[in-house]
Structures are given as structure tokens and as C-alpha cells.
């Protein structure tokens, strides 16, 4: 009878969903159940359920797919502005941040386009962490990069991650490099470097000087606010 007992509860456990609390409780006529429902006052808590890598993932792609159609339609908004690709920015904001408007990276760069802070001061983005202000600050920072390299793609996103002075002084990126990485996953999200097509700007879009600037770590930074000193007329 105990063997046979057993089994049943065995098989019970078996077929119970995995992420299901199990109770354990006794009729009026002494016999114990399990079930994954706490009937009455005296069953009690033998098994806490845990969430499985499969409802852990799912909550987080539901997570990223909810801050993609929140934040998608400033970028489609913001990149009209700059006459962007607004699937290149999105491909961007994949993998510099995954969407998270709250990212810090080790290196200081913050929100969804990952701005430093020297950047975002020199770009008017009060609050990096603002989704509208670091994604038009974004997309103005890469139009001036596209524009700085002649609508050199690879360039213009090399130079949004390791800054546009040494994408000057180095033509080519190792293998493995941190920065030929970044290039290469946003193209491969974006669907190839042929889909993009350089549009340049009217001049009578941007009637303000250009300055050049020199940032506190060599980055040069082409902008039309010289917040910072050492800015000169371009």
C-alpha cells in the first residue's frame, strides 16, 4: 500500500506544472493530498515555486518589446528631423543599450543611445536619461558624424563608439576589436550596409555655425551650441 502510495505521488509531482506551489493538506478522514490549490486553513506550503529560464526570458523580451513600440515612435520622429534611417537608429539603440532608457555603461556613457556626459553637456541633452532628449541628442550627434565622413557608414558608426578621432588616424579596426563588433552587430540588425543611403542636408535646415570641438578625451565633436571652450568656428 506505502509503495503504491508512493507512486501516486510521484506521479503527481510529475505532471504538475513546474513553476506551480505545491500544498499539502488532510480530510476530515485523515487522507493526505497534494495539490497545486490550498484548500481549507490546514494545508500548508511544502514546494515554492521558482520561475523557469523560460518565463524569466519571456518577461524580459516582453519587457524589451514594450520599451521598443514606447520609445520607437520619437526615434521615427527624431530621425525624420535628421533626414536618418530611423531602423538604423533603431538597430543602434539595440545594441548600445537594448532599450533601456536607465543604462550606464562602465565607461559613463548613459541612457538609450549611450551618451557621455561631455557629449550629452555639448549636445543641450539635459537629462541623458530623458528617452526624447538623449534619442534627438543621439541621432544629432551620429547626423554629424555621417556628415564629418561623407556618409561612410562603417565609419560614422565606428566613431559613435569609440569616438571620431581615432576613426581618422585608423583606417582599420582588428578583428575582435571592441569597435569592429559594435559595427557589425548594428549592421547585421540593421540588414547590411546596402540598405543605407546617404541623404545630405540642406544648408538652409541648419542656418547656425558649425563648431569644432575637442572633448576632455581627444573625441572631436562637430556641433552648432560651443558649450565648451576651445571651440571654434567651422
Known sequence: MCRVLLFFIFIFF????????????????????????????????????????????NGKYRKLYKNIRKY????????????????????MITVESNWFPMAISSKGAMGLMQLMPRTAKALE????FDPDENIDGGIKYFRML????KGNLRYALAAY?????????DSYFPEGSETR?????????????DK?????????????PIYRLVL????????????LSGGTNF
Do not use: C, Q, W
Open 72 to 91: 520607437y515612435p520619437i526615434v521615427k520622429k527624431r530621425a525624420k528631423e535628421y533626414s536618418v534611417d530611423p531602423d538604423l537608429i533603431r538597430a
Open 161 to 169: 563608439n569609440s569616438g571620431p578621432t581615432r576613426v581618422r588616424s
Open 125 to 128: 541633452v539635459n537629462n541623458p
Open 14 to 57: 510529475m505532471y504538475i506544472p513546474a513553476n506551480a506551489d505545491i500544498y499539502k493538506y488532510k480530510t476530515e478522514d485523515g487522507t493526505v493530498v497534494y495539490t497545486d490549490t490550498p484548500l481549507g486553513k490546514n494545508a500548508s506550503l511544502i514546494l515554492k515555486s521558482r520561475k523557469s529560464p523560460a518565463d524569466a526570458f
Open 146 to 149: 555621417l556628415d564629418l565622413f
Open 181 to 193: 563588433r559594435y559595427v557589425v552587430k548594428v549592421l547585421s540588425i540593421y540588414g547590411g550596409e
Open 216 to 227: 576632455e578625451d581627444g573625441t572631436l565633436l562637430f556641433t552648432d551650441t560651443p558649450h
Open 196 to 208: 543605407f543611403e546617404y541623404i545630405p542636408l540642406r544648408r538652409d535646415l541648419h542656418p547656425k
